[in-house]
Protein backbone atom coordinates (compact mmCIF):
# COMPACT_ATOMS: atom_id res chain seq x y z
CA UNK A 1 0.00 0.00 0.00
CA UNK A 2 2.65 2.70 -1.28
CA UNK A 3 0.14 4.72 -3.61
CA UNK A 4 -1.57 7.19 -1.15
CA UNK A 5 1.93 8.55 -0.14
CA UNK A 6 2.27 9.51 -4.31
CA UNK A 7 -1.17 11.74 -3.76
CA UNK A 8 0.64 14.20 -1.29
CA UNK A 9 3.87 14.69 -3.35
CA UNK A 10 2.99 17.95 -4.77
CA UNK A 11 3.04 17.39 -8.78
CA UNK A 12 1.72 20.25 -10.15
CA UNK A 13 3.48 22.74 -7.81
CA UNK A 14 6.84 21.18 -7.86
CA UNK A 15 8.93 24.41 -9.10
CA UNK A 16 11.46 23.23 -11.71
CA UNK A 17 15.21 24.09 -12.09
CA UNK A 18 17.47 23.40 -14.94
CA UNK A 19 16.70 20.97 -17.15
CA UNK A 20 13.16 20.75 -16.11
CA UNK A 21 10.55 19.82 -18.72
CA UNK A 22 7.56 22.63 -18.70
CA UNK A 23 5.51 24.03 -21.51
CA UNK A 24 5.42 28.06 -21.50
CA UNK A 25 1.84 27.68 -22.20
CA UNK A 26 1.00 27.17 -18.74
CA UNK A 27 2.61 30.54 -17.73
CA UNK A 28 0.36 32.67 -16.07
CA UNK A 29 -0.53 35.55 -12.88
CA UNK A 30 -1.66 34.21 -9.92
CA UNK A 31 -5.02 35.34 -9.84
CA UNK A 32 -5.08 37.27 -6.09
CA UNK A 33 -1.48 38.54 -6.45
CA UNK A 34 -0.90 38.75 -9.91
CA UNK A 35 2.68 37.72 -9.85
CA UNK A 36 4.08 36.11 -12.68
CA UNK A 37 3.77 32.02 -12.27
CA UNK A 38 5.77 29.59 -14.37
CA UNK A 39 6.55 25.81 -13.93
CA UNK A 40 10.09 26.82 -13.64
CA UNK A 41 11.93 28.80 -10.72
CA UNK A 42 12.69 31.66 -10.03
CA UNK A 43 15.84 32.11 -11.88
CA UNK A 44 14.76 30.50 -14.91
CA UNK A 45 12.53 30.47 -17.76
CA UNK A 46 10.78 27.77 -19.78
CA UNK A 47 12.54 27.35 -23.31
CA UNK A 48 9.28 26.89 -25.26
CA UNK A 49 5.78 27.02 -25.91
CA UNK A 50 5.83 22.76 -26.05
CA UNK A 51 7.41 20.43 -24.89
CA UNK A 52 10.12 23.37 -23.89
CA UNK A 53 13.25 23.10 -20.99
CA UNK A 54 13.20 25.28 -17.95
CA UNK A 55 17.10 27.30 -18.91
CA UNK A 56 19.24 29.83 -16.64
CA UNK A 57 17.33 33.13 -16.67
CA UNK A 58 19.28 35.70 -19.27
CA UNK A 59 18.57 38.60 -17.81
CA UNK A 60 17.02 40.38 -14.76
CA UNK A 61 14.59 43.51 -13.98
CA UNK A 62 15.91 44.03 -10.39
CA UNK A 63 19.57 45.14 -8.66
CA UNK A 64 18.71 42.41 -6.31
CA UNK A 65 16.33 39.72 -8.35
CA UNK A 66 14.37 37.14 -6.06
CA UNK A 67 15.63 33.60 -6.08
CA UNK A 68 19.13 33.99 -6.00
CA UNK A 69 21.35 33.47 -3.42
CA UNK A 70 24.42 35.97 -2.62
CA UNK A 71 27.41 33.22 -4.33
CA UNK A 72 24.83 32.91 -7.80
CA UNK A 73 25.87 34.65 -10.57
CA UNK A 74 23.60 37.31 -11.02
CA UNK A 75 22.11 37.50 -15.35
CA UNK A 76 22.72 40.82 -16.92
CA UNK A 77 20.08 44.08 -16.82
CA UNK A 78 18.89 45.42 -19.99
CA UNK A 79 20.85 48.19 -21.23
CA UNK A 80 18.68 51.70 -22.09
CA UNK A 81 15.91 51.05 -25.03
CA UNK A 82 15.56 47.42 -24.05
CA UNK A 83 13.34 45.51 -21.10
CA UNK A 84 13.66 42.31 -19.32
CA UNK A 85 10.19 40.41 -19.66
CA UNK A 86 8.74 38.81 -16.27
CA UNK A 87 9.83 35.60 -17.71
CA UNK A 88 13.34 36.45 -17.83
CA UNK A 89 14.11 35.07 -21.17
CA UNK A 90 16.60 37.72 -22.29
CA UNK A 91 16.52 41.84 -23.67
CA UNK A 92 13.49 43.11 -25.95
CA UNK A 93 13.37 46.20 -27.45
CA UNK A 94 10.95 48.61 -26.27
CA UNK A 95 7.40 48.17 -27.46
CA UNK A 96 5.60 50.55 -29.49
CA UNK A 97 2.20 52.30 -29.03
CA UNK A 98 -0.68 49.51 -29.50
CA UNK A 99 1.91 46.73 -29.39
CA UNK A 100 1.65 44.18 -26.35
CA UNK A 101 3.12 44.71 -23.16
CA UNK A 102 2.75 42.56 -19.15
CA UNK A 103 0.59 43.73 -15.99
CA UNK A 104 2.23 46.79 -14.71
CA UNK A 105 5.28 47.31 -16.92
CA UNK A 106 5.11 50.37 -18.04
CA UNK A 107 8.63 50.20 -18.99
CA UNK A 108 8.33 47.90 -21.61
CA UNK A 109 6.43 50.42 -23.62
CA UNK A 110 8.43 53.25 -25.87
CA UNK A 111 8.55 56.91 -24.33
CA UNK A 112 6.42 59.57 -26.86
CA UNK A 113 8.45 62.59 -28.41
CA UNK A 114 7.02 65.09 -25.69
CA UNK A 115 7.76 62.40 -22.74
CA UNK A 116 8.62 65.36 -20.35
CA UNK A 117 5.57 66.96 -20.35
CA UNK A 118 3.34 63.39 -20.05
CA UNK A 119 6.00 62.07 -17.29
CA UNK A 120 4.85 61.68 -14.05
CA UNK A 121 4.31 59.15 -10.96
CA UNK A 122 1.48 57.39 -12.46
CA UNK A 123 3.57 56.31 -15.35
CA UNK A 124 7.16 55.52 -17.17
CA UNK A 125 8.30 58.62 -19.22
CA UNK A 126 4.76 59.55 -20.35
CA UNK A 127 4.19 55.77 -21.76
CA UNK A 128 1.63 53.14 -20.00
CA UNK A 129 0.53 49.19 -20.08
CA UNK A 130 -3.05 49.44 -19.88
CA UNK A 131 -5.03 46.13 -20.50
CA UNK A 132 -1.78 44.75 -21.86
CA UNK A 133 -1.37 47.28 -24.49
CA UNK A 134 0.98 49.98 -24.44
CA UNK A 135 -0.29 53.79 -24.93
CA UNK A 136 0.48 56.95 -23.90
CA UNK A 137 -0.54 59.10 -20.98
CA UNK A 138 -1.38 61.60 -23.33
CA UNK A 139 -5.50 61.79 -23.35
CA UNK A 140 -6.53 65.93 -22.74
CA UNK A 141 -8.87 67.37 -20.46
CA UNK A 142 -12.30 66.24 -21.11
CA UNK A 143 -11.46 63.51 -24.00
CA UNK A 144 -11.78 60.00 -23.58
CA UNK A 145 -9.91 58.01 -21.92
CA UNK A 146 -9.23 54.45 -20.88
CA UNK A 147 -9.11 53.43 -17.44
CA UNK A 148 -7.69 49.40 -15.74
CA UNK A 149 -8.55 48.35 -12.45
CA UNK A 150 -6.68 45.82 -10.86
CA UNK A 151 -7.37 43.90 -7.59
CA UNK A 152 -4.76 42.43 -5.12
CA UNK A 153 -5.61 40.15 -2.79
CA UNK A 154 -3.03 39.33 -0.22
CA UNK A 155 -2.70 37.65 3.07
CA UNK A 156 -1.43 39.20 6.22
CA UNK A 157 0.79 37.74 8.49
CA UNK A 158 -2.80 36.71 10.93
CA UNK A 159 -3.37 34.89 8.09
CA UNK A 160 -6.70 37.53 7.13
CA UNK A 161 -6.85 37.86 3.45
CA UNK A 162 -7.36 41.85 2.32
CA UNK A 163 -7.92 43.04 -0.67
CA UNK A 164 -7.24 46.52 -2.68
CA UNK A 165 -7.49 48.17 -6.09
CA UNK A 166 -5.38 50.14 -8.28
CA UNK A 167 -6.91 52.28 -10.72
CA UNK A 168 -4.71 53.47 -13.67
CA UNK A 169 -5.76 55.61 -16.99
CA UNK A 170 -4.27 57.39 -20.07
CA UNK A 171 -4.75 61.03 -19.02
CA UNK A 172 -2.30 63.42 -18.97
CA UNK A 173 -0.44 64.20 -15.64
CA UNK A 174 -2.97 66.23 -13.32
CA UNK A 175 -6.01 64.72 -14.78
CA UNK A 176 -7.67 61.46 -14.02
CA UNK A 177 -10.04 58.97 -15.63
CA UNK A 178 -13.33 58.78 -13.81
CA UNK A 179 -14.92 54.96 -14.46
CA UNK A 180 -18.54 56.27 -15.01
CA UNK A 181 -17.82 58.99 -17.21
CA UNK A 182 -14.56 57.79 -18.92
CA UNK A 183 -13.62 61.79 -20.02
CA UNK A 184 -10.32 63.06 -18.13
CA UNK A 185 -11.19 65.47 -15.24
CA UNK A 186 -9.03 67.33 -13.20
CA UNK A 187 -7.65 65.27 -9.87
CA UNK A 188 -8.67 67.01 -6.53
CA UNK A 189 -6.84 68.75 -4.39
CA UNK A 190 -5.77 68.06 -0.36
CA UNK A 191 -8.70 68.13 1.96
CA UNK A 192 -11.30 68.00 -1.00
CA UNK A 193 -14.38 64.80 -0.71
CA UNK A 194 -12.97 61.54 -2.92
CA UNK A 195 -13.89 58.05 -3.36
CA UNK A 196 -10.82 56.67 -4.75
CA UNK A 197 -7.49 57.10 -4.77
CA UNK A 198 -6.82 57.97 -8.49
CA UNK A 199 -9.02 61.28 -8.02
CA UNK A 200 -6.79 62.57 -5.22
CA UNK A 201 -3.78 64.72 -6.87
CA UNK A 202 -1.67 62.71 -4.38
CA UNK A 203 -3.77 59.41 -5.25
CA UNK A 204 -4.56 59.16 -2.08
CA UNK A 205 -8.44 59.34 -0.74
CA UNK A 206 -8.94 58.16 3.31
CA UNK A 207 -12.27 58.20 5.04
CA UNK A 208 -13.62 60.22 2.28
CA UNK A 209 -11.02 63.29 1.86
CA UNK A 210 -7.98 63.71 -0.28
CA UNK A 211 -5.09 63.50 2.20
CA UNK A 212 -1.09 63.20 2.10
CA UNK A 213 -0.35 59.63 1.66
CA UNK A 214 0.94 57.63 4.51
CA UNK A 215 4.84 57.60 3.41
CA UNK A 216 5.17 61.63 2.78
CA UNK A 217 7.79 62.68 4.97
CA UNK A 218 6.33 64.74 8.38
CA UNK A 219 7.19 68.07 8.09
CA UNK A 220 7.60 69.66 11.46
CA UNK A 221 5.59 73.03 11.32
CA UNK A 222 7.46 76.54 12.58
CA UNK A 223 5.46 76.76 15.89
CA UNK A 224 6.40 73.25 16.61
CA UNK A 225 10.00 74.18 16.51
CA UNK A 226 9.00 77.29 18.32
CA UNK A 227 7.65 74.99 21.46
CA UNK A 228 10.12 72.26 21.74
CA UNK A 229 12.46 75.23 21.56
CA UNK A 230 10.84 77.43 24.46
CA UNK A 231 10.37 73.52 26.32
CA UNK A 232 14.06 72.56 26.31
CA UNK A 233 15.16 75.96 27.53
CA UNK A 234 12.61 76.05 30.39
CA UNK A 235 13.99 72.87 31.33
CA UNK A 236 17.13 73.75 30.84
CA UNK A 237 16.79 76.97 32.99
CA UNK A 238 14.90 75.03 35.60
CA UNK A 239 17.51 72.66 36.11
CA UNK A 240 20.14 75.12 36.70
CA UNK A 241 17.58 77.06 38.96
CA UNK A 242 17.00 74.05 41.34
CA UNK A 243 20.73 72.49 41.22
CA UNK A 244 21.92 76.56 42.32
CA UNK A 245 18.72 76.76 45.27
CA UNK A 246 19.86 72.90 46.72
CA UNK A 247 23.53 74.51 46.43
CA UNK A 248 22.34 77.75 48.56
CA UNK A 249 20.98 75.49 50.67
CA UNK A 250 23.63 73.28 51.46
CA UNK A 251 26.04 76.20 51.96
CA UNK A 252 23.51 77.82 54.55
CA UNK A 253 23.17 74.26 56.13
CA UNK A 254 27.38 74.42 56.77
CA UNK A 255 26.85 78.27 57.89
CA UNK A 256 24.66 77.45 60.94
CA UNK A 257 27.07 74.63 61.54
CA UNK A 258 29.51 77.27 61.45
CA UNK A 259 28.30 79.42 63.60
CA UNK A 260 27.27 76.69 66.35
CA UNK A 261 30.84 75.54 66.38
CA UNK A 262 32.04 79.18 66.97
CA UNK A 263 29.30 79.50 70.30
CA UNK A 264 30.34 76.63 71.04
CA UNK A 265 34.03 76.90 70.99
CA UNK A 266 34.00 80.91 72.49
CA UNK A 267 31.32 79.66 75.32
CA UNK A 268 33.77 76.91 76.29
CA UNK A 269 36.56 79.22 76.53
CA UNK A 270 35.34 81.55 78.62
CA UNK A 271 34.13 78.89 81.08
CA UNK A 272 38.09 78.22 81.23
CA UNK A 273 38.63 81.39 81.73
CA UNK A 274 35.98 82.03 84.42
CA UNK A 275 37.70 78.53 85.78
CA UNK A 276 40.80 79.96 85.85
CA UNK A 277 40.08 83.27 87.64
CA UNK A 278 37.73 81.49 90.12
CA UNK A 279 40.61 79.24 91.10
CA UNK A 280 43.47 82.52 91.62
CA UNK A 281 41.34 84.06 93.65
CA UNK A 282 40.85 80.89 95.82
CA UNK A 283 44.59 81.07 96.06
CA UNK A 284 44.37 84.98 97.23
CA UNK A 285 42.15 84.53 99.80
CA UNK A 286 44.28 81.69 101.24
C1 LIG B 1 5.98 17.38 -27.80
O1 LIG B 1 6.27 16.07 -27.50
C2 LIG B 1 5.24 15.17 -27.88
C3 LIG B 1 5.64 13.77 -27.39
O2 LIG B 1 6.99 13.52 -27.55
C4 LIG B 1 5.09 15.21 -29.41
O3 LIG B 1 4.06 14.32 -29.79
C5 LIG B 1 4.75 16.65 -29.81
O4 LIG B 1 4.67 16.73 -31.23
C6 LIG B 1 5.78 17.60 -29.29
N1 LIG B 1 5.35 18.94 -29.59
C7 LIG B 1 6.12 19.87 -30.13
C8 LIG B 1 5.53 21.21 -30.35
O5 LIG B 1 7.27 19.65 -30.40
C1 LIG C 1 -1.83 60.31 -28.00
O1 LIG C 1 -0.91 59.41 -28.59
C2 LIG C 1 -1.46 58.60 -29.59
C3 LIG C 1 -0.39 57.63 -30.05
O2 LIG C 1 0.70 58.32 -30.61
C4 LIG C 1 -1.99 59.46 -30.74
O3 LIG C 1 -2.60 58.66 -31.72
C5 LIG C 1 -3.03 60.44 -30.19
O4 LIG C 1 -3.46 61.34 -31.19
C6 LIG C 1 -2.42 61.23 -29.03
N1 LIG C 1 -3.47 62.04 -28.41
C7 LIG C 1 -3.30 63.32 -28.14
C8 LIG C 1 -4.46 64.00 -27.52
O5 LIG C 1 -2.25 63.91 -28.40
Redesign the pocket.
Known amino acids: MLWPVALFLPVSLAVLGPGGSCNSSKNHLDPNTHKFISACSDTTFCSAIENGTCTRRLCRRDEFPFGYSSTDVLPTLCPTGTFCPDEGDGCKPLVP ?2 GACQLNRDEQCAA ?1 MNWDTLSSTQNFNGAICLHSIC ?2 A ?3 FE ?1 PCITEETTYIETDDNGQQFSYTIARDNCSPGLYCPPNIKTCEPTKPLGATCQSDQECELRNCAFGTCLEPPETPFRVQPWQYAIITICVVGAMVATIMLLTLIHKRHRLERYRELCEYHEEQSSLRKAIISLHYAAVDQKHQD
Do not use: I, L
Request: net charge neutral; hydrophobic share 45%; charged share 0%.
Open positions: VGPMYNATA
